[in-house]
């Protein structure tokens, strides 16, 4: 069963560049945009044909606002659709077809739209059309149309004033001498005549207007990094406060990411002082999360461990790696129990060691083919949370640890359970070793004697001694002189 | 599906299913030594909850004892993970693998803080064991162990010294253990049997 990835999944198949309306029986595309248009076309066309039209929300707000404030309301807006276009200095366009199913129909979005912006201290008159221009047009003109159906556009933009276009005041005058005051006396000229005395550019807005021509709207790219600044009312430096302190950014976090559908990977948190150079808290994850209250949770293990120089004046959320996110699978089972998998509790469990104890907290273990016993092994990344399928009846590629029947006569080596990362000089009597007391030995000398050619080169006969305890150790005499004794491994 | 179907097993296997006194006797992990299955309850490792080894110095043989009971583990048909908690050497790659362990189950953890992490690792669900190596813990952090490792299905191996035998103890289970000649003498010091004493066991190959 494949269910949508995303609410709004079907319009992201479109490009994301521009967007055209359908150009039903507009005039073909102009060479030099051709090759574009031709695409947006076939895309546009690739809709279901039981939604041929798509369906333009046009907001306009009742103050202009700067381009930056503006390209946040458009973050906002990305809630309801992937396709939010600016019209500076006061108006929104959204493609709304593919939302409607999701928000339960018109008035439904609609009552969505303008709750979002109440709640941004706006005010705003949304109307629905089939083409940009039209639906923008209409809430311009403060009248909150919903035009569902291509054939009735015409006829519900006639008693639209022509202000609402936003053509040059000279344009108006001239058509207002004519009696054309409202957009639908404006359709009713002539074509040839009006293009004659008002030029090109009037009628081919009406064009788009009317959904005769397509149009061409830059379709807005929200910025692909998180970065959040919170001033604080006064200096914190109790750790629970800071942690209530991050919680307005980590809201922003979550609309962030719940608009792009992303997660991210590494987050980071810097904390500004009065004088101390600002104290930095990243907080690497091992796979995209989009869970804002988990990260709060491993953010906040972190800040436990953090010392802080000063007194923290402001904190400061920043998120740059974003990575699309993919929910997670359930499983029926729950964690533990027979027959279910361990699901995400194994990398959970890394993010919250390494969370508190450091990135490089986690460690995995593998073995490389290497007679020399300091060499024979190494630290990896932390083992994968979930055993790839076969790991088990894998057989393991040591050198003289290879599974099987004919290995009796060639028995795998005895090798301590323990390693010490540097051997420990022994004390020496009469040609044995000593720690705290005799040393027994109870084999026959191994030799290992490798590593000439890369500078690291030993010669060593390694024994197994018991000390007076009964700890069994492993021990070797340097086959060069000074001959010493050396400790390098509890059989445990 | 027979009685003696892999899966049937498995699922018989979930601690939440009580089948009588004949068959919970078998619900234990075994140990890889028959003298000390015996002796045990359940007949072998308990699959979770707390156990103590006390031994009276570093390397008297413990790791050795466990070593079945974890390739068992790491060799399950749905492994989950063996976690060491800041062990006091580095456990050497080759000799686990040629124990039979697999290494991509394993994981050590190093850090300023081992029983919070033995605590983490016990009640995550993703441990089949945890391992760790504790200087002094409370009798009340003992208490959280053992809860934590009940709720992950975990079992939970606390390395303990000696002179900890006197202090009262959560764990399901306690042993002492000490070198006996080319073995080990375990003595079963806490545990849900009646049976109590020491038994000797060899290493194999010795």
Known sequence: MRLPLKPVDRPTS?????????????????????????????????????????????????????????????????????????????????????????????????????????????????????????????????????????????????????????????????????????????????????????????????????????????????????????????ELSHQALLRAALEPLFVDLDRFLKARQCGVIELECRFRHRHAPPTLCALPLAEPAADTARLAALLGERLDALRLPEPVRACELYAAALLPYRPPRRCLWQPGEHGGEAGTEGSDLIERLRARLGPRAVHGLSVRAEHRPEAGWTLTGPPPAVAPRGVASRKCAVPGITAGEDTRHDSPPHRPLWILPVPEALAEREGLPRRRGELRLTSEPERIESGWWDGAQIARDYYTAIDIHGVRLWVFREREAPHGWFLHGVFG | MTADDPRLVRLLEHPAIWRGAGAAQRSGLSTGFVALDEQLPGGGWPRSGLIEILVARFGSGELSLLMPALAALTRAAVPRWCVWVDPPLMPFAPALASQGIVLERVAVVSGAHPLWTFEQALGSGACDAALAWARRPQPRELRRLQLAAERGHTLGVLFRPRRALRQPSAAVLRLGLEPAGDGVRVTLLKGRSTRRGAIDLPWPGS
């Open chain 1, 14 to 234: 479109l490009p994301a560049d521009t967007t055209a309306t359908t150009p039903e029986h507009g005039p073909a595309p102009a060479p030099k945009h051709g090759s574009t248009l031709r695409r947006l076309l076939h895309s546009t066309a690739s809709v279901p044909a039981s939604s041929p039209a798509p369906l333009w929300a046009g907001i306009h707000l009742s103050v202009c606002e700067s381009a930056e404030k503006l390209e946040q309301l458009a973050s906002r807006a990305l809630r309801f659709t992937p396709r939010v276009s600016l019209v500076a200095p006061d108006g929104l366009l959204l493609e709304v077809k593919g939302s409607l199913q999701l928000f339960a129909g018109l008035a439904t979005l609609r009552n969505e739209l303008l709750g979002e912006f109440v709640a941004l201290h706006r005010e705003a008159v949304v109307a629905f059309a089939p083409t940009p221009l039209a639906a923008l047009a209409a809430a311009r003109a403060g009248r909150s149309l919903e035009i569902t159906d291509p054939a009735q556009l015409t006829g519900q933009l006639a008693s639209l004033p022509l202000t609402a276009l936003r053509w040059p005041q000279e344009t108006l005058a001239r058509l207002a001498c004519v009696g054309a005051r409202t957009i639908g006396a404006v359709l009713r000229l002539p074509r040839a005549g009006f293009a004659r005395r008002l030029g090109s550019e009037p009628l081919a807005m009406l064009d788009a207007l009317t959904g005769r021509a397509p149009q061409a709207l830059e379709t807005f790219r929200p910025r692909a990094c998180f970065r959040r600044r919170r001033d604080l009312d006064c």
